[in-house]
């Protein structure tokens, strides 16, 4: 396999950091009791407390945006840790919208924000007020929800205009969500030549298939965990594919005999979706490669010029959906400013506020009925793999060390 990454043996420690952390916290958290049974009633301790502060502060409460502006103008800044470069523009329109509210926004990856917050909080430090984080196989809604390290925060007159499951069954603020996405070059294909993902496993696609390496991101990660979890719908696509009952070489199931042939494939690793949709994208091709990465994108296709598409029809799935979500921390300093963020960041009660703007992209789909894009294909059309944080959770490590062996 042609690879682009850094060695492993940097991000393995990584992962391990992860968890000594996430075992510190909870056992040894501010206000925690040791390890074993007085490490539980301690971890007991610190959720109950941080349910109080979020009820003391209001956060199952919808207050107006001039009662929020006025407190967050006391508090005068807003802390964002996100998982998105776009911060930088709502920083400048919330600035705008908002004077005396400063932002101070840290652009760091989902796995950075994790670590961090567990840090922190862990040492008593509690600088954070909104928190943009995917769930990144997992590790928010077992490391952060659940231990009440960060808080949900859905003001009713946002959530009326939500779809379900983001109007009332999840675990944060859902403003959109974005997917992995098959791209192909539409210089060369009028359409897409990938109709079925056992089609990458095909010798004419041999070194020819670009993607993010999954050790490294963790929505590309959560794709083939998806597989693996529904081997029976990988299974039946490729007895679609080939006319017969797949027969498995060593595997335990069709999702993974996916990625082991996957891989013997020779697909080439890169650092970022940005790469994969530019070396797709790029002119003078004569067998350009295809490309796995953000839908979102599908922007650069203006931005950048590129002659891309994604396609949206693939046996047995697209993909599986990657909500991006919208925390108020615990003991959060700033927490007015912080629900006047997240509102804003929301699109507002109208749907329309500048703050969603950056991320109501092409390859994006908004969670709201009344701000969506008309140009691409609806939620409801979508044939996605819901996102299951329990099982990705629980069989990441397992995944990892089988796609690290399969190298």
């Known amino acids: 396999m042609r690879t682009k990454r850094k060695a492993v043996t940097a991000l393995l420690v990584s992962f391990t950091m992860l968890f000594?952390?996430?075992a510190c916290n909870s056992g040894n958290g501010t206000g925690g009791q040791g390890s074993g049974g007085d490490g539980k009633q301690g971890a007991a301790t610190n959720i109950q407390a941080a349910n109080e502060w979020a009820e003391k502060n209001g956060l199952n409460k919808t207050e107006t945006v001039d009662e929020l502006y006025a407190k967050a103008k006391q508090e005068g800044k807003v802390v964002v840790y996100s998982q998105s470069s776009r911060i930088k523009d709502v920083?400048?329109?919330f600035e705008?919208?908002?004077p005396g509210v400063k932002v101070e926004a840290f652009n760091l990856s989902t796995n950075d924000i994790v670590e961090k917050v567990i840090r922190e909080q862990a040492a008593g430090i509690y600088n954070a007020d909104v928190i943009f984080v995917k769930d990144a196989s997992g590790a928010v809604s077992t490391e952060l929800t659940s231990k009440k390290l960060v808080h949900k925060y859905v003001p009713s007159d946002l959530s009326e205009k939500m779809v379900e499951p983001y109007k009332s069954k999840s675990s944060g603020l859902v403003p959109y969500f974005s997917l992995r996405a098959i791209f192909y070059n539409t210089?060369?294909?009028k359409t897409s030549p990938i109709t079925n993902w056992w089609d990458l496993t095909l010798p004419e696609w041999k070194g020819k298939v670009l993607l993010n390496d999954p050790i490294d991101s963790a929505d590309m990660m959560d794709l083939f965990l998806a597989m693996v979890q529904h081997a029976d719908e990988m299974?039946?696509?490729y007895k679609d594919k080939f006319g017969k009952d797949i027969v498995l070489e060593g595997t335990e199931n069709a999702g993974y005999e996916f990625i082991k042939r996957f891989l013997k494939n020779d697909p080439v690793l890169m650092k970022s979706s940005d790469e994969v949709v530019e070396a797709v994208g790029a002119t003078s091709q004569g067998k350009p490669p295809i490309?796995?990465?953000a839908s979102s994108k599908l922007r650069d296709v203006v931005e950048k010029n590129l002659n891309i598409a994604a396609t949206y029809d693939v046996k047995p799935r697209i993909s599986v959906v990657g909500p991006s979500y919208l925390y108020v921390a615990d003991k959060a300093p700033n927490v007015n400013a912080a629900k006047l963020m997240i509102r804003w960041m929301a699109g507002e009660a109208d749907?329309?506020?500048d703050g969603f703007k950056p991320f109501n992209v092409m390859g994006s789909w908004s969670t709201r009925t009344d701000n969506g894009r008309t140009d691409q294909l609806p939620i409801d059309k979508l044939h996605v793999w819901?996102?299951?944080?329990?099982f990705f959770y629980k069989n990441y490590v397992k995944f990892r060390e089988f796609w690290l062996k399969m190298q």
Not at 386 to 390: I, V
């Open 20 to 22: 000594m952390l996430a």
């Open 291 to 293: 490309g796995i990465g």
């Open 187 to 189: 210089d060369v294909y």
């Open 386 to 390: 819901d996102y299951d944080s329990d």
């Open 91 to 93: 920083k400048a329109t």
């Open 351 to 353: 749907g329309k506020s």
């Open 235 to 237: 299974k039946q696509a």
């Open 96 to 98: 705008a919208k908002y």
